[in-house]
């Protein structure tokens, strides 16, 4: 019975600590990428890629085999006082089509073969061209990941920033809780005026108030968390602090890759195009019934094989023209690439001073919220000796929570601005 009870309070602990468990920003981040619809579409675009290859090689290397089957009649009218004949032999006055074309008819079933031969040339551009696709498609899936780890975290911030103002506001309630009962004391004593407990009662709950509309505010970015992540949406207990490691440089920046792919793409395009201009030879062979007469149609059985070169001569100067247009597509990436380059130095130059900006006045504001918290506790004090209005307290109090506002929104801030420059810096 005493294990029992053991069992069931341990039971009862292991609950009581996961209902308490604190949540981070790398869960939402995770959850949110394992989620994404998009990401989900792009993972199967990718797969669907992978098959493409081999679908382009069956169609281009593979033996193409089919079966075909055609019954064709040509009959004569007007023929021999007739209306309507199947002949070969038809009459001067008879309409049909000339005998030498159809010979009457076609009866024809048979296999056919075909192979394309010496086109590796051809296989290779088109699985050339398959393969920057997919990178297109890889470097997609890492953009949407990036965004979403933007998204995911400037909601986390927000979310974090209000369970701070939380916190400050619910232990400063509960200190001015405690003034009151002072307050009320040194009323009962004739100190200070029931007028000063009053004012200082009405200023209570309003803070009152402030704190619930944080608590409906917190709530509603929990949920907005949990929306962006794709995560059904729950409560939740405390969120940690976000952490925000400065990333290096990194070797070869997103907008390089993105730049290189799409040079590769036009460079796959323009190769697929000319593989028209390339010969082409491929080898063909068919066997079955092919008879334009039912007599002595069972001896009709045979087969035929062959060998079909095309060589392209002329085409307008279709292939010049689409190299000038590849050319003109180049320089077009080259242009925004160069913009981009220096948007990019730029943009990190720009959020490295105003990280450095908001540093300094940081410090110089925690310095006066020392001085601040300093005089507050003179004039708590004061007020137990009744030396000091309400009036005055509450305006002090008041000053010292703007500026611990202002300090938190600083650090609200800089977390911004250092998820910015992760997200730029990549």
């Given amino acids: 019975m005493k294990q029992f009870y053991v069992l069931l309070f341990l039971n009862f602990f292991s609950s009581f600590l996961n209902a308490q468990q604190k949540t981070g920003l790398d869960y939402f981040i995770e959850k949110a990428q394992q989620n994404a619809p998009a990401l989900l579409e792009n993972g199967n675009l990718q797969e669907i890629g992978k098959l493409q290859n081999e679908l382009i090689k069956a169609q281009n290397n593979a033996f193409q085999v089919n079966a075909t089957s055609e019954v064709l009649v040509a009959p004569y009218f007007n023929i021999n006082g007739r209306a309507i004949a199947i002949t070969t032999t038809p009459t001067s006055n008879a309409f049909g089509y000339d005998v030498g074309i159809t010979n009457g008819g076609l009866y024809s079933s048979q296999i056919n073969i075909t192979k394309n031969l010496f086109n590796q040339a051809v296989l290779n551009n088109l699985l050339f061209q398959n393969k920057i696709s997919n990178n297109s498609l890889l470097l997609s899936s890492e953009e949407l990941s990036h965004n979403l780890i933007k998204n995911i975290s400037e909601a986390y911030i927000i979310a974090y920033q209000l369970q701070l103002k939380e916190k400050f506001n619910r232990e400063f309630l509960e200190n001015l809780d405690t003034r009151l ?137 279709q292939r010049k023209l689409n190299s000038l247009q590849s050319q003109l597509k180049q320089d077009n990436l080259n242009f925004y690439k160069q913009n981009t380059e220096v948007q990019f130095t730029n943009n990190l130059k720009n959020i490295e001073q105003q ?72």
């Fill in 181 to 317: 009962r002072v307050v009320e004391l040194l009323v009962k004593k004739g100190i200070l005026m029931e007028s000063d407990y009053l004012l200082l009662q009405l200023d209570i709950e309003g803070k009152k108030l402030e704190l619930q509309q944080l608590r409906s505010d917190f709530n509603s970015a929990i949920n907005q968390l949990h929306t962006l992540s794709g995560l059904p949406v729950e409560a939740v207990d405390e969120l940690t602090i976000p952490n925000f490691e400065e990333i290096k440089s990194p070797r070869k920046k997103f907008y390089e890759q993105r730049f290189e792919n799409d040079s590769l793409q036009l460079e796959a395009d323009r190769a697929v195009f000319e593989n028209q201009y390339k010969p082409q030879v491929s080898v063909y062979a068919n066997g079955g019934l092919n008879a334009v007469e039912l007599n002595n149609i069972e001896h009709k059985i045979g087969a035929s094989a062959g060998l079909r070169l095309t060589i392209p001569i002329y085409d307008g100067n």
């Fill in 355 to 426: 990280i450095e900006a908001l540093n300094r006045n940081r410090m110089t504001l925690e310095n006066q919220l020392k001085q601040q918290q300093n005089i507050l506790e003179i004039y708590k004090g004061k007020l137990v000796q009744g030396q000091i209005s309400i009036v005055d307290y509450l305006n002090v109090i008041q000053n010292y929570k703007q500026n611990v506002y202002a300090k938190l929104q600083m650090q609200t801030n800089n977390w911004l601005l250092q998820s910015q420059y992760n997200f730029i810096n990549w």
